[in-house]
């Protein structure tokens, strides 16, 4: 799976949702405290009704769908993600301009001097939050700070404090730049130490040489799967096979010839042995388990039988020298009961393996049902 850098995925749009939620509220009490100083709402009581009424609206709107977008289909993610980031910008736009009608007003000292410092706090506050999406957080600060900077350099009455803000929001640019990179950064980091951690896992669990499970593997699979019949009442089936003369190859040619011998075994126990629910593994040298949860005797010992002459066909090519041997394999099938130790499993299959051994090899034994 390949990390996209820029992707918006589910997780950025969760961060993102989660950074803006809580500030919204602010942005609902702020302009309040601003209206409300000194008097203002009452020298001025259209132009506060109507900021309030428009900003308390797109900020309610932006709450609600925020809820409602948590809850919608995967088919309309885009179309939520859109909405979001408009309803942000345009939040910006609105306060932009309210902010900039107070700050060019005559006489209004106070209320300027408040809308100053929470639209330098909103800018900063909006750029970090949005930083995810590098677009929303330049997008956010230029159209909350550049209206009233731009008016008011164009007026001329205080180009100190226009170029102020205009600094001011070059300087958040810069800011969103860089931490959208530094987020980007963490979050491959993330994703690439997840991978490693399911990579590590998943090796721990496969026998490396045969890619097939490894005892530790096998060993909780049967757990599971032993509980699992026991409470359905159905039967499961365990098989232990052995390499006849597995040391003879390794004394001829060799261990890395026993090696390949080991892989192929490995390869054909998977071909005989395909449904989703049958588990095979290395237990052990040249040991191999076989799990067949609700599979009997008879049905089992049909594939086992097709596994053994498979193998009895097999000539494996180790550097021109022919490799072939056979397999003795012991099975035991009964409906577990609950609580019954896998164990009481082992013991049987074992004995059956050793009674086909004594048999002359090359064969199935079955030590009767539990």
């Excluded at 330098?120 to 550049?146: C, K, Q, T």
């Excluded at 001829?252 to 090696?259: E, M, N, W, Y």
């Amino acid at each position: 799976m390949k990390f996209q850098r820029h992707s918006i995925n589910k997780r950025v749009i969760a961060d993102l949702k989660k950074r803006s939620t809580f500030g919204i509220f602010f942005y609902m009490l702020v302009p309040y405290c601003i209206f409300l100083t000194d008097n203002y709402v009452d020298r001025h009581p259209k132009v506060t009704l109507l900021s309030l009424g428009i900003f308390t609206a797109i900020c309610l709107f932006r709450l609600v769908h925020l809820s409602l977008s948590g809850r919608a289909a995967e088919k309309y993610e885009k179309l939520n993600y859109k909405i979001f980031f408009a309803s942000v910008v345009l939040t910006a736009l609105i306060w932009g301009t309210i902010s900039t009608y107070i700050l060019v007003q005559d006489g209004e000292q106070k209320a300027q001097f408040l809308m100053i410092i929470c639209t330098s706090g909103f800018g900063a506050g909006g750029v970090i939050s949005f930083i995810p999406e590098r677009r929303l957080s330049i997008f956010y600060n230029l159209f909350m700070l550049l209206p009233a900077a731009t008016t008011i350099l164009v007026k001329g009455d205080n180009i100190t404090l226009g170029a102020a803000l205009l600094f001011y929001s070059a300087y958040l640019v810069l800011i969103s730049l860089r931490g959208n990179s530094e987020y980007w950064t963490a979050l491959e980091n993330e994703f690439l130490l997840e991978r490693q951690s399911e990579e590590l896992k998943l090796a721990s669990r496969i026998d490396v040489l045969t890619n097939i499970s490894n005892r530790r593997r096998f060993d909780e699979l049967f757990h599971l799967t032993l509980g699992l019949s026991a409470r359905r009442g159905t039967p499961i089936t365990l098989i232990i096979c052995d390499i006849d003369h597995f040391k003879t190859i390794n004394d001829t040619f060799g261990h890395l010839a026993g090696d390949e011998y080991l892989k192929c075994i490995g390869r054909c126990l998977q071909d005989v042995f395909r449904r989703e629910t049958d588990v095979v593994g290395r237990y052990g040298g040249d040991e191999f388990v076989i799990l067949l949860p609700d599979e009997g005797t008879a049905a089992a010992r049909e594939l086992a039988e097709c596994f053994r002459k498979k193998v009895a066909d097999v000539v494996v090519d180790y550097n021109g020298a022919k490799i072939a041997s056979t397999v003795s394999l012991g099975m035991t099938s009964c409906v577990p009961q609950a609580g019954q130790s896998p164990e009481t499993f082992f013991k049987r299959a074992d004995t059956a393996l050793y009674m086909a051994k004594n048999e002359g090899r090359n064969r199935i034994a079955v030590h009767g049902e539990c």
